[in-house]
């Protein structure tokens, strides 16, 4: 083979490539689209994954990974192999076998040791109706007929476990030298303009110019903003248009089609490479909310093309009026903090504001260490954020008699009262069994992350209350089958729950343990946040301008994205790069990169690069967070009012989905609602028979319609 002959085949590769890459794409929407198909037949009352399995094309666990409540007895009505845990009834008889395929579902042979179970009262409100006494099993899901605990399902997700002996003491280190500090700097304002691309309007302060767009690329709105702004600005904020969608008919998804946008050639500029110490330098690749960083190509000049749609739903609203927002914003941040700048993303500035409430004396001082590299690993694979889940017939009613949508009002802000601060401990099984019952009960309200092994009762007749590992990249299942025992790592508050709630305590068996000492690092940030959200809630609220209340209601928005934004930059997940080579360079992508994307000039790739060495990543304090909002979702006590409120107080079948801090009922509840952060709030409500959706497209739809349609009482009044 000579150079010419090698030079022609490898342009056939990248050509049969190329091809590849638009029929995976193709490939993935097809099986997207079936597995919301096989979803939709899974709620007709006789669906056999017998009879699916060969219609799509699938085996019959493959079936069950995607419908789980399509799982025949043969797959789900086993025991266990091994269960040497004290507490652990009715082992295997000799002999049975377990079906191949559920192998890694199977009831971990660990030893743990039962948590105590809590009690309290559980007063109901006056004009919620009774719900029926608990059968020994949901009228919809017979009861097992042996006394095996069932597997969850199949297909679950393998979890990591704590290392055994001097590993696993290495894990509950520190990370030497890296620890949340008062920053020692002011941070800089940039200057910012606002751009509705469709209408051509431009906001510069008080200033309101007209820019003649047309096809709205990068490069033509960079040349025409600094055109009428010579003297430059640092920050494009677009607040209509999503200039980088309009070519998505001609890409598979839409986040090629921001990729291509991005990354189209910009003469005059290039990719920002950074600045000082600046590491947010290169374009952030996102279906919606994407941020482009550009430099002159001859010149000092950095600027940051990104949607206003990362602080809020604009609405429609003008570029003056999101102007408006913004400065509203920045003055309610002011009164609480002197030195405060709005930065690019609601996820900077909740971090740069957190920092600044750092204290300067007293125990941390020193700041906040941050956790091992592999502790941090194992919280990004073990604690999930919000609860998404549809609840799909025979579970509900094929024809729902209403369907009405309670959202917690600033969810995330209610519990950020404590969190887990010092060096972490490991509780092992052993450990927890030596402790008194008193013990126990104050460890597992404390801030913590367990592991452990759970049972459904065999007389549950409600949603599920943990969350299990189900297939796919940390997607969670709730199980609420009578019996089913299943492995998982759970958060305390969500532990307590099972534990406490008001229908019927569940098993839970300790395995192994993660144990913070109580604190206070988020309190005082939190604090000042929920004034400024209340101050700017009231402006909107009284405001006689109708745009000033757009604005003061946009703003209040902000201060709910920068709380809720800055707690998932805790969380500090794996950081994935994403950049561009030419394709006459194409030799250049780094080995380890996936190309997910190209055109005739460019290759867009990425590649993972792990953990960063980040001060201020504190994943423990994000999982305790969202375990507490879950679990709030579930059971929360309104002390004032001498009640509870959430989908574990409404009626057995009567919860049809969750979604984040919202849940939807088949009938209102007489939840108390002041306006605080967590207080549930009826958004909507649908008056039946309505056909109980299965798909989310479906719940989103009645979800919208019910909050346009008039209610006929204010707030949670009516039920």
């Given amino acids: 083979m000579d150079a010419k002959t090698y030079n022609a085949q490898l342009a056939e590769l990248r050509a049969l490539r190329d091809d590849i890459k638009k029929t995976q794409a193709t490939l993935a929407k097809l099986e997207t689209d079936r597995a919301r198909q096989i979803t939709a037949l899974a709620g007709y009352e006789k669906a056999k994954a017998e009879r699916i399995a060969p219609a799509a094309g699938l085996s019959l666990a493959d079936i069950v990974a995607i419908a789980p409540i399509l799982a025949p007895d043969r797959l789900t009505n086993t025991a266990s192999t091994a269960q040497t845990g004290a507490a652990v009834s009715s082992p295997q008889p000799p002999g049975e076998a377990v079906p191949s395929g559920i192998e890694h579902a199977q009831v971990q042979a660990q030893e743990g040791t039962v948590a105590p179970a809590m009690t309290r009262p559980t007063p109901e409100p006056a004009a919620e109706p ?16 042996a006394a095996a605990p069932l597997v969850a399902h199949g297909a679950q997700r393998p979890l990591p476990n704590l290392p055994e002996g001097a590993d ?35 906001v510069h302060r008080d200033q309101t110019f007209r820019l003649d767009l047309h096809a709205a690329s990068a490069t033509e709105i960079l040349n025409t903003v600094f055109a009428v702004l010579p003297d430059g600005v640092e920050r494009i904020y677009i607040t209509a248009g999503a200039p980088w969608h309009r070519q998505a008919d001609q890409h598979p998804f839409l986040k090629d089609a921001v990729g291509a946008w991005l990354n189209a050639p910009t003469p005059g500029w290039r990719t920002d490479t950074g ?26 000049q950095h600027v940051e093309i990104r949607s206003a749609g990362e602080w809020f739903d604009t609405d429609g ?4 009026t999101i102007r408006d927002a913004f400065v509203l914003l920045w003055k309610a941040l002011r009164r609480h903090w002197p030195d405060a700048v709005l930065m690019g993303s609601p996820s900077q500035t909740g971090r740069d504001l957190w920092t600044r409430t750092i204290p300067a004396k007293g125990q941390y001082a020193e700041g906040y260490p941050v956790l091992s590299e592999e502790l941090r690993g194992l919280f990004h694979s073990t604690a999930g954020q919000g609860r998404t889940e549809l609840i799909t017939p025979p579970r509900v009613p094929a024809q729902l008699p209403a369907l009405v949508e309670y959202d917690r ?12 601060v010092g060096a972490p401990r490991r509780v092992t099984a052993a450990r927890f069994a030596a402790w008194s019952e008193k013990e126990q009960t104050k460890a597992l309200f404390a801030c913590g992350h367990w592991h452990v092994r759970v049972t459904v009762p065999e007389a549950w007749d409600h949603v599920g209350i943990l969350p299990a590992p189900a297939p796919g990249d940390r997607a969670w299942h709730y199980p609420a089958t009578p019996g089913t025992t299943f492995t998982t790592w759970a958060g305390g508050p969500e532990i307590h729950t099972a ?43 009284l405001n006689g301008d109708p745009a000033q209340r757009t604005a003061a209601h946009l703003a209040a928005r902000a201060v709910r994205a920068i709380l809720l934004y800055g707690i998932g930059a805790f969380a500090q997940r794996p950081r994935t790069v994403t950049g561009t080579t030419p394709r006459t360079a194409e030799r250049d992508v780094p080995a380890d990169a996936e190309i997910i994307g190209f055109d005739d000039q460019t290759i867009t790739w990425q590649r993972p690069t792990g953990f960063t060495r980040d001060p201020n990543a504190h994943p423990e304090w994000a999982a305790h967070i969202w375990s ?4 709030a979702l579930l059971s929360q006590r309104h002390r004032d009012d001498d009640t509870y409120a959430g989908a574990l107080h409404a009626p057995p079948g009567s919860v049809v989905a969750f979604r984040t801090d919202a849940v939807y009922l088949t009938l209102p509840q007489n939840w108390p609602y002041h306006g605080q952060p967590g207080d549930y709030l009826n958004k909507g409500r649908l008056t039946g028979p309505i056909t109980a959706p299965t798909t989310e497209d479906e719940l989103l739809t009645l979800r919208d319609k019910g909050r346009t349609t008039p209610q006929p009482a204010p707030n949670n009044e009516g039920a």
């Fill in 130 to 145: 009774e719900p029926p006494a608990a059968p020994s099993a949901p009228p919809t899901v017979p009861a097992p007929a």
């Fill in 317 to 320: 609203a003008e570029p003056a």
């Fill in 409 to 420: 009002t600033f969810a995330y802000a209610k519990h950020t009262w404590k969190a887990g």
């Fill in 628 to 631: 507490s909002a879950r679990a």
């Fill in 168 to 202: 696993g003491d290495r894990w509950f280190a520190h990370t030497a030298k890296l620890a949340s500090t008062h920053p020692n700097f002011t941070q800089q304002a940039r200057s910012t303009v606002f751009l509705d691309t469709e209408t051509g309007v431009l």
């Fill in 499 to 541: 534990l406490s709630n008001p229908r019927s305590p569940w098993k839970i068996e300790i395995l192994d343990g993660i144990l913070f000492d109580d604190g206070k690092p988020l309190d005082d940030w939190s604090k000042k946040l929920k004034e400024a959200w209340s101050s700017l809630t009231a402006q909107a609220d």
């Fill in 275 to 300: 600045r000082g110490k600046d590491r947010m330098a290169g374009h952030f690749v996102h279906p919606r909310n994407p941020v482009g960083r550009y430099q002159r190509e001859h010149g000092e």
